[in-house]
């Protein structure tokens, strides 16, 4: 099946600073790729979704400067907390997608702790 | 709005059968999945259905009744390593996934 890489598996940065975490399709070429957040003992929270070569597009509520997202090829992605304080704390996951109609493919999740 | 319901959590005792419901009303519709995640993991991909009826791959069986806005996914012969969350997620006319919160399964001896 289709794999799905991300790093780091966890990180722990203090208040204040940026945090970039990268997420790679290893075998196969994602046109789409999605970034979802969820908290403890909550559902799959969508960030945004990214195409590539294209700015990536938001949900409502999530700010567009203070998480960057740049998809330079179709096969990876960066999501970059920007000065992240500690209620970003939260488990970062990135999916990807070959074309509309298929099945997401998860990466294994970023534990993102900020002190 | 577009909205996914399933039970927040259940229970359910290890060898026996458990179905699991989902219902949905969404903007379109282009497929419902099931996904497995394990705490503290990422979701792992379960079934895909488009068309009306059963998928059925191993334990687990999948439904679709897309005239009721209704699918379920069913479990047999129970294990223990069962135990996790089990989401449902349906594809819009945009084929965006809308998700559902997920029911918690709890396996017991």
């Known amino acids: 099946g289709a794999v799905v890489s991300q790093h780091p598996s966890w990180v722990i940065c203090k208040s204040g600073t940026s945090v970039k975490i990268e997420c790679r399709s290893l075998?196969?070429?994602?046109?789409?790729m999605f970034w979802y957040r969820q908290f403890p003992k909550q559902s799959l929270m969508l960030m945004a979704t990214?195409?590539?070569?294209?700015?990536?597009?938001?949900e409502q509520g999530v700010e567009k400067d203070k998480f960057l997202i740049n998809h330079a090829s179709l096969t990876l992605s960066t999501l970059t907390v920007t000065s992240a304080h500690p209620e970003d704390s939260s488990f970062y996951i990135c999916?990807?997608?070959?074309?509309?109609?298929?099945?997401?493919?998860f990466g294994p999740g970023t534990r993102l702790t900020v002190l | 709005g577009q909205n996914i319901d399933q039970p927040t959590e259940m229970t359910a005792t290890e060898g026996a059968i458990v179905q699991i419901n989902c219902t949905y009303q969404?903007?379109?519709?282009?497929?419902l999945f099931w996904y497995q995640q394990h705490a503290g993991e990422a979701p792992t991909f379960l079934s895909y259905?488009?068309l009306d009826g059963l998928e059925e791959k191993g334990r687990f069986s999948s439904f679709l009744s897309r005239s009721k806005g209704y699918s379920y996914l069913l479990l047999k012969e129970l294990q223990m390593k069962d135990s996790a969350s089990y989401l449902c997620?349906?594809?819009?006319?945009?084929?965006?996934?809308?998700w559902g919160a997920g029911t918690k399964l709890i396996i017991k001896p």
């Open positions: 999916s990807a997608r070959v074309a509309d109609w298929n099945e997401q493919f």
């Open positions: 075998d196969f070429q994602a046109t789409t």
């Open positions: 990214s195409n590539e070569g294209s700015k990536a597009t938001y």
């Open positions: 969404t903007s379109g519709f282009n497929g």
């Open positions: 259905n488009v």
């Open positions: 997620a349906v594809t819009d006319s945009n084929y965006q996934l809308i």
